[in-house]
């Protein structure tokens, strides 16, 4: 490992840099926190071993600790805190702020290295675990649909922003035969990895089942919200919006499983709100849903969005809202809406620049 040293005794950081080297790590140094954190600017660490006193005759490692939190700030390197006089309380409070482990002054070589070891292993599973992360990120989008066929009356599109590497959120289009787009925008309970392969199962359930869809939507579902509830633990369930436009009628057959209301917006100005026909899927095995029938005129617009649009901001206290998503989509209603997407989905996260804590996915559809 490449390891950062950052105490203000000099036979200290030499002894310490010594050991390491002996087995097999590469060390830099330095004697002040200063110093230290401009050995950070400068070069990628994989560790860091600080002390956290530096000031002559001081024990409350105040210094210490305000590197520690730097350092993490940088979302580096783990760091490990050095702490004299058998200080186990600020030795806890190092920990309770982020650091990975603490030694005691004076130190124990056996112990010192044993414990980079253990944070060098811990640095080789963090690694995979990215790695694994990248490749179901990457399996995840080319789960989204890429090869769509055109209709002569409309035009759609979708958006999806994971929360995280990976997300529990999931839209497609389904050819269900000439002149026939289903649109499917889904919110899987939870997030991370388990609603990643939640989503996965969900989006197997409809697209091996797409000769029934073709003819019956309704049994589609019903046989969709089947295979979920049996193959998912009891406490997992996806919100849904299902709808199948039909092109030569400019129809919209849909149905709402327990999922925010898709925003239609005439192009006279008025909207409706296209409520939930049904419970989310996967609660209960015996399922009910309700068709409803609308149709377009040209110039009107769908619009279906997961919670995550809505709720963008609750943790500080106030939501983006359905009415700031109408005030986007009709700034931005004249643009094509690939174009519309985007703004919409930049509008969400300028509202909430600082932590995004839910997937954002939105389904658009407008007749031409």
Not at 108 to 126: F, G, W, Y
Not at 212 to 231: C, D, I, Q, W, Y
Not at 343 to 355: G, I, K, M, Q, T
Request: charged share 25%; net charge negative.
């Amino acid at each position: 490992m490449k390891v950062l040293i950052s105490d203000d005794q000099p036979d200290v950081l030499e002894a310490v840099r010594l050991l390491l080297k002996g087995a097999g790590h590469q060390a830099a140094t330095a004697d002040s926190p200063q110093a230290a954190l401009a050995a950070a600017e400068r070069e990628s660490f994989d560790l860091a071993l600080i002390d956290m006193n530096y000031s002559r005759d001081t024990t409350s490692g105040e210094e210490g600790l305000a590197l520690l939190d730097k350092l993490l700030a940088r979302g580096g390197a783990p760091v490990i805190v050095m702490t004299a006089w058998s200080n186990v309380d600020l030795a806890v409070e190092a920990m309770r702020r982020g650091a990975a482990d603490f030694i005691q002054k004076p130190w124990d070589n056996v112990r010192l290295l044993a414990t980079i070891e253990r944070q060098a292993n811990r640095s080789k599973e963090r690694e995979q675990a990215r790695s694994d992360l990248e490749i179901a990120k990457h399996v995840q989008q080319h789960l989204l649909p890429h090869h769509l066929q055109r209709l002569e009356t409309a035009s759609f599109a979708g958006r999806c922003l994971p929360a995280r590497e990976i997300g529990g959120d999931y839209y497609d289009f389904l050819d269900l035969g000439p002149g026939r787009l289903g649109l499917l925008l889904a919110d899987v309970s939870g997030k991370g990895v388990a609603a990643a392969l939640l989503t996965a199962n969900l989006q197997a359930s409809f697209r091996s089942q797409l000769e029934l869809g073709m003819k019956h939507p309704r049994a589609l579902l019903t046989s969709v919200n089947k295979l979920f509830h049996e193959s998912t633990p009891a406490e997992y369930f996806a919100t849904m919006f299902f709808a199948e436009y039909r092109d030569q009628k400019r129809e919209l057959r849909y149905f709402n499983c327990g999922h925010p209301a898709a925003l239609l917006m005439r192009a006279s100005g008025a909207i409706e709100h296209l409520e939930a026909t049904a419970l989310p899927v996967g609660i209960f095995g015996t399922w009910r849903c309700e068709e409803r029938t609308t149709t377009f005129s040209p110039g009107d617009l769908l619009v279906a969005f997961s919670d995550g649009v809505l709720e963008a901001g609750v943790e500080r206290g106030e939501e983006f809202g359905e009415e700031r998503l109408i005030d986007a989509l009709q700034r931005s209603r004249k643009r094509d809406l690939e174009s519309l997407l985007d703004e919409v989905v930049a509008e969400v996260l300028r509202f909430s620049p600082d932590v995004q804590s839910d997937d954002v996915t939105l389904v658009a559809l407008r007749a031409i």
